[in-house]
């Protein structure tokens, strides 16, 4: 696992315990090489990203109990993968985000002046 730093090189928060959250569902935007996904993006869940995210093929709202995944609803918390936030972004449906819980490696794929103009934690 890469070090557990945010987008400012200071220790990453938790972004959700409720749903529990992460790639390593560790509540944290933690990622390491295995993470081909880069689950780095700490998101607060609107009803309008949840419909642009369904369709573009990943429903994130339905529950998958087998799975341990509950569903998402509109104030949730989320560790999003940085390619969809920046496909989103550039669809002007990116969600906001929380940069102190976002994992720093997040800043491979999306500038941090996008991430900023959706930042709830900094504001």
Request: proline share 5%.
């Amino acid at each position: 696992m890469e070090d557990s730093l945010n987008v400012f090189d200071e220790p990453l928060i938790s972004c959700s315990e409720e749903p529990i959250t992460g790639f390593y569902r560790d509540g944290c935007c933690n990622t390491s090489d295995g993470d081909i996904g880069s689950h780095t993006v700490c998101i607060q869940v609107t009803q309008e990203f949840l419909e642009y995210s369904r369709f573009r093929g990943n429903d994130l709202s339905t529950p998958m109990p087998d799975f341990g995944f509950p569903g998402l609803a509109e104030g949730d918390r989320w560790c999003l993968c940085a390619s969809r936030w920046l496909e989103a972004f550039e669809q002007g449906m990116a969600p906001n985000v929380f940069l102190t819980r976002t994992h720093k490696r997040a800043l491979d794929i999306i500038d941090l002046s996008k991430l900023k103009q959706h930042a709830v934690d900094i504001n």
